[in-house]
T-cell receptor, first 114, second 107 residues
Framework: DAMVIQNPRYQVTQFGKPVTLSCSQT?????MYWYQQKSSQAPKLLFH???????NEADTPDNFQSRRPNTSFCFLDIRSPGLGDTAMYLC?????????????FGPGTRLTVL | RKEVEQDPGPFNVPEGATVAFNCTYS??????FFWYRQDCRKEPKLLMS???SGNEDGRFTAQLNRASQYISLLIRDSKLSDSATYLC????????FGKGTSLLVTP
């Protein structure tokens, strides 16, 4: 059974048109992460939630926002997508933020900005 | 200097071969280490954690050298299904991913 679910799996949007990506988890984990992975590059952490506490990475553009209305769901909002935002967006969860905690990844949403 | 560095490959090996990947990391305060596997257009999946004493899981062996800040992954008796990108991951409070090493196992 899927533990980390992302919707949609594929999304095409127009330059400047807001888009929201969804992630849900059945693991009841405290931490949820959003990563951006461009072609042939490593996943790059955008931000994470520890419970309701939002933690933004210093170099994440303001164009990227996130919401976590409850333990199970987390959303990534891209307010004005640019062509450079075309990428795979990966959601991950972990039980805690301990160094040894495993992160479980969802299947990703492949976003194309035209 | 990149925080986690890997040889991108590709490594092309025949079935049954032994192949080794290396990874170096820059932050000596790094807490934990992992190898993830990522298939084309799929999400990363945890392959194994890497412990200071070294650890083995079937055909896979991981080693950590903290003094040299170096991690390795050895795959014995390669299978076609091992073809994937292998990501070295270092936890420094947040996960830092290498760009991955591409492996292609051929018949």
């Amino acid at each position: 059974d899927a533990m980390v679910i992302q919707n949609p799996r594929y999304q095409v949007t127009q330059f400047g048109k807001p888009v929201t990506l969804s992630c849900s988890q059945t693991l009841n984990h405290n931490v949820m992460y959003w990563y951006q992975q461009k072609s042939s590059q490593a996943p790059k952490l955008l931000f994470h939630y520890y419970d309701k506490d939002f933690n933004n990475e210093a170099d994440t553009p303001d164009n990227f926002q996130s919401r976590r209305p409850n333990t199970s769901f987390c959303f990534l909002d891209i307010r004005s997508p640019g062509l450079g935002d075309t990428a795979m967006y990966l959601c991950a969860t972990s039980r805690d933020r301990l160094g040894t905690d495993t992160q479980y990844f969802g299947p990703g949403t492949r976003l194309t900005v035209l | 200097r990149k925080e986690v560095e890997q040889d991108p490959g590709p490594f092309n090996v025949p079935e049954g071969a032994t192949v080794a990947f290396n990874c170096t990391y820059s932050n000596s305060a790094s807490q934990s280490f992992f190898w993830y596997r990522q298939d084309c257009r799929k999400e990363p999946k945890l392959l194994m954690s890497v412990y200071s004493s070294g650890n083995e899981d079937g055909r896979f062996t991981a080693q950590l050298n903290r003094a040299s800040q170096y991690i390795s992954l050895l795959i014995r008796d390669s299978k076609l299904s091992d073809s994937a990108t292998y990501l070295c991951v270092v936890n420094q409070g947040a996960l830092n991913f290498g760009k991955g090493t591409s492996l292609l196992v051929t018949p």
